[in-house]
């Protein structure tokens, strides 16, 4: 899927390396044949490929990857969308993005792309897993689907019997137990370059995005992959990044992206209504500046 995947643990019955990396490579070899869109021969591909009115029965875990996806747009109001494939090319970025100097589209080019974006057209039944292709719908699940890796491969881990590990794919993490020594997990959170804090991670996830990765230039505009599928544009603000902490690192990921489109005062509004616990970090003329949420942990401890 475009990334890479770690594991720590804490490894008491001396088990076999290769059979720990089995198990994390059987679960994301899961989740990149139903949901890579670097696959060609994905199920995920094959949907986008595929003609009008054809009706798709999803594996189970692309159907809860995709309910938790269309769940969340319902209640953003589109800022996240899980049919922002045209949009994701047309930028620069994701799979099929085609050469890395590219210009930002004509506004021909993003209407016509625009009109085949759109959460509400996608006929999805759960109870049945049971999904429709409207007309050129490209689906693009990489704002949650690395979080739902996260949660597979850690399930794989208990069931060989782990119980202290912390686990990542593309930088959002899940941690179990505690590390060797008894202390916590700690994971760092950036803003830019700048380490801001390191915080305690226990049987929690953990999700971030920001504008520090994937940035594309062309003649002295920049803009980040987070795109805001409610208008087709990058989203511009002064948000550095946003992270936010749940139980479920596929619902960490996707809020993350719903908090990133939705901006620093919107978003926060959002974290508040919908208890989620969420730091953002907006660009300031004296430095990165935090707004938590009120479900945000209290935490003096700094970066070193």
Do not use: Y
């Not at 076999?16 to 696959?39: I, K, P």
Request: hydrophobic share 45%.
């Amino acid at each position: 899927m475009g990334t890479t995947w770690s594991l720590r643990f804490d490894n008491p019955r001396m088990m076999a390396l290769d059979e720990v990396r089995a198990s994390v490579q059987g679960a994301l070899d899961r989740v990149v044949a139903q949901m890579s869109t670097w696959e060609a021969d994905s199920a995920i591909s094959r949907f986008n490929r595929s003609e009008t009115g054809s009706r798709h029965v999803l594996d189970p875990e692309f159907a809860e990857v995709l309910a938790c996806a269309l769940d969340w747009a319902a209640a953003s109001e589109g800022a996240i969308d899980p049919s922002i494939g045209p949009l994701v090319a047309l930028w620069g970025f994701g799979a099929h993005a085609g050469a890395s100097a590219i210009a930002p589209p004509s506004p021909a080019t993003l209407e016509h792309a625009r009109g085949q974006v759109g959460w509400q057209r996608l006929r999805f039944d759960l109870a049945t897993r049971s999904l429709v292709q409207p007309g050129r719908a490209s689906l693009d699940l990489s704002g949650i689907a690395k979080g739902f890796a996260v949660d597979l491969g850690a399930a794989g881990l208990r069931a060989l019997g782990l119980s202290d590990f912390l686990f990542e794919v593309g930088g959002e993490l899940r941690a179990a137990g505690r590390r060797p020594d008894g202390q916590p997990w700690r994971v760092s959170i950036e803003a830019s370059t700048v380490p801001l804090l390191r915080m305690p991670l226990e049987d929690m996830a953990i999700a971030t995005s920001g504008d520090r990765w994937h940035v594309r230039e062309h003649q002295g505009r920049r803009w980040s992959h987070t795109l805001d599928p409610r208008t087709g544009e990058p989203s511009i603000h002064a948000l550095a990044s946003v992270t936010v902490l749940h139980q479920a690192c596929m619902q960490a990921d996707a809020l993350a992206t719903v908090l990133t489109v939705l901006g620093p005062h919107e978003g926060l509004a959002f974290a508040r209504r919908h208890s989620i616990s969420a730091l953002f970090v907006c660009r300031g003329a004296a430095g990165p500046q935090r707004l938590a949420s009120d479900r945000w942990p209290v935490l003096s401890d700094s970066a070193p």
